[in-house]
């Protein structure tokens, strides 16, 4: 019996390790398709809301629990060379995913209640007052989680010669991109597919050249 268990643990490991390269890329082709619908305006919504494009929110929403898969391989490919730096990088990705999953979820529900008549500048004035805020500090901790897990994970990459110099390059520029144009909103049409894009490049660059 414990020999059958055993064999089964490890056919499904192996089954897993075999599909994980293809889920690691999904969430960020999800959202880099997401921030190309809104660099293109469609569906932005009115007023402060702005920065926000509902089916950007849809799409989202749909590639978002797919972080989990992208953090467990790049911490799994990392861990090869620095396994506590592997560690690292999945505990705090998977956790930062908790507060991309809000921010996919928001979008949605902004589209929902605009569409109900509700004024997009309370709903945006909503959102950055300093009580939301208060509540919300949880989430936003989180948020500095996932902003790391990319660094770190960028610096170990190049530092320990996992992948190609470029693919650890991609995902340190990828936070100053996604800071300039999602926190400061400062060519936000330019800056958050670049964020975007340079997560997909980078974890496409890890699946496809990593340790090799």
Same mark, same amino acid.
């Given at each position: 019996?414990?020999?059958?268990?055993?064999?089964?643990?490890?056919?499904?490991?192996?089954?897993?390790?075999?599909?994980?390269?293809?889920?690691? $890329?999904?969430?960020?082709?999800?959202?880099?398709?997401?921030?190309?619908?809104?660099?293109?305006?469609?569906?932005?919504?009115?007023?402060?809301?702005?920065?926000?494009?509902?089916?950007?929110?849809?799409?989202?929403?749909?590639?978002?629990?797919?972080?989990?898969?992208?953090?467990?391989?790049?911490?799994?490919?990392?861990?090869?060379?620095?396994?506590?730096?592997?560690?690292?990088?999945?505990?705090?990705?998977?956790?930062?995913?908790?507060?991309?999953?809000?921010?996919?979820?928001?979008?949605? $529900?902004?589209?929902?209640?605009?569409?109900?008549?509700?004024?997009?500048?309370?709903?945006?004035?909503?959102?950055?007052?300093?009580?939301?805020?208060?509540?919300?500090?949880?989430?936003?901790?989180?948020?500095?989680?996932?902003?790391?897990?990319?660094?770190?994970?960028?610096?170990?990459?190049?530092?320990?010669?996992?992948?190609?110099?470029?693919?650890?390059?991609?995902?340190?520029?990828?936070?100053?991109?996604?800071?300039?144009?999602?926190?400061?909103?400062?060519?936000?049409?330019?800056?958050?597919?670049?964020?975007?894009?340079?997560?997909?490049?980078?974890?496409?660059?890890?699946?496809?050249?990593?340790?090799?």
């Amino acid at each position: 019996m414990v020999s059958n268990n055993m064999e089964k643990n490890d056919k499904w490991g192996t089954t897993f390790e075999r599909w994980l390269p293809m889920l690691a $890329l999904v969430a960020p082709l999800f959202f880099f398709i997401a921030s190309l619908v809104r660099a293109f305006g469609i569906g932005t919504l009115p007023g402060d809301l702005n920065w926000v494009s509902s089916y950007e929110g849809l799409i989202m929403g749909i590639g978002v629990p797919f972080f989990v898969a992208t953090f467990i391989f790049m911490g799994h490919r990392i861990a090869m060379r620095s396994p506590n730096t592997g560690i690292v990088v999945t505990v705090l990705g998977v956790l930062g995913t908790a507060f991309i999953a809000f921010i996919s979820g928001f979008r949605g $529900l902004a589209a929902g209640f605009v569409a109900s008549g509700i004024d997009p500048k309370a709903i945006n004035d909503g959102l950055e007052s300093d009580a939301s805020l208060t509540w919300l500090l949880g989430l936003l901790l989180y948020n500095f989680c996932f902003m790391l897990a990319w660094l770190i994970a960028g610096v170990a990459i190049m530092r320990n010669k996992i992948a190609p110099w470029w693919v650890g390059l991609a995902f340190i520029l990828s936070v100053p991109s996604l800071i300039t144009g999602q926190a400061l909103y400062i060519n936000l049409e330019i800056f958050w597919p670049l964020a975007l894009g340079l997560w997909l490049l980078g974890v496409w660059g890890l699946v496809k050249l990593g340790d090799k």
